[in-house]
């Protein structure tokens, strides 16, 4: 069973310990320099692309401004389609509801097809805690459980391994599942993929129920879409007797028309193709072909409450293509694990703290601060989600947070209130200029010259100390502005002094 995320330090802390992994960085530039030029290369293929994102963009808000309505259609279409609809609130229901239904069907394991909402809410877990393995079907996410490790990236979880590293992973740990690997593995991507073809495909055809989550679903039809390169979905999706597809409830499209604009989208942007390899679309129970039984789990698990914000909700336009993070030159460097969440990278930045709530803890606290604003992952993301205007809107959320929790109010606070006392009232602003001017003459008596010859103070005694260590404090005017102008009578005086 791969262990948790439960314990990870606050990003810096966990960055530092990442940026000290010399293989781990060169693992990782290698890996997202390869699919960031991948990517460039096919979206410049496309004239349009721009075009296309604003329709993917359009697309996504439309099913989420009507999305009761949508997902309402989506349960109809389904139930009429042969399929059971579940709603589950939050990931103890869904984990719940899955675990009931494989108990029902006397087994202890099921194949999985790689799902980021089951990972989300650690069904995986859920399972082993009910005494059912989860056997995980993508190579990269093999590689992740074989390890019992964690992942460090939406599409490829694994990209923190190496080739050895992989090799001995196979080698130690398939026997313990499964199929052994063979004695004589090299490191060798072809002997590597033969490895682990061999040792799923004695799971594939001996599982009675499969578990997935869906990339898309079309509300008019009730068709779930799963994309994937390996082929190992397509034989989750249409061996076993038995189908459970967790689907997070913004997955809604409302037709097959707006599939055939992600389905353009997704492939580009995510594995830089011009079309997945494997794009699997079911519809309920095909009698006599396919599982027979198939469940549809609509998770909320925190979708709502993004939802309600005005600006956090564009992060449910999010396909998941993880092109935000190959662009990121902050993963690039620490890695998904720093992230501490199954959501890494600039999109992890977003989404991990509405779906938790900012204020609770210090590391999910942390993650909006983890990025530098530079603006790359809005560039490249397909359906123009402007991750650094949630950034922002998220780091004021957490500092509004902290603030609340303090009983004293800091010195910053008290300045902005004095402040905030003086300007809001004529009276009171030319008094302070008075006293400023007063204080400006005084000063300048007792202050030091700049380089330039500007009068500024020393350092700032009491709290407010910090602030002036680093920073010249300029003296005060002796005159304020309206002082000037009423003496100058708006300056004229002065001009005709000066003819
Ligand atoms: S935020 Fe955009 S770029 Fe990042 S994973 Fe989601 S869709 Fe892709």
Redesign the pocket.
Known sequence: MSGTFLGTPAFPEAARAALSDTQLRRNLAHATTTIRTKRAKVVGEVDEWEQLRLAGEAIKNRALRHLPHYLEQLERSLTEAGATVHWARDAAEANAIVVDIVRKHGTDEVVKVKSMATQEIDLNGALEAAGIHAWETDLAELIVQLGDDLPSH?LVPAIHRNRAEIREIFLREMGRAGRAAPEDLTDEPAQLAAAARAHLREKFLRAKVAVSGANFAVAETGALTVVESEGNGRMCLTLPEVLVSVVGIEKVLPSHQDLDVMLQLLPR?STGERMNPYTSTWTGVTPGDGPQEVHVVLLDNGRTDVLADPTGRQTL?????????NVCPVYERTGGHAYGSVYP???GAILTPQLRGVGHDAQTDSLPFASSLCGA?FE????R?D?PEVLVHLRAQVVDAHKRERSLPSVQDLAMKAASWAFSSSSRTAAAERAAGFGGRLAAKVGRTAPGGRPVLGAIPGPAGAWSDSRDVPVPAPESFRQWWARTDGGRTEREERR
């Open positions: 939406i942007s336009r999010c396909i998941r293509c993880s092109a935000c993070l990278g600039p999109i992952c490249v993301c397909p359906v989600i991750i």
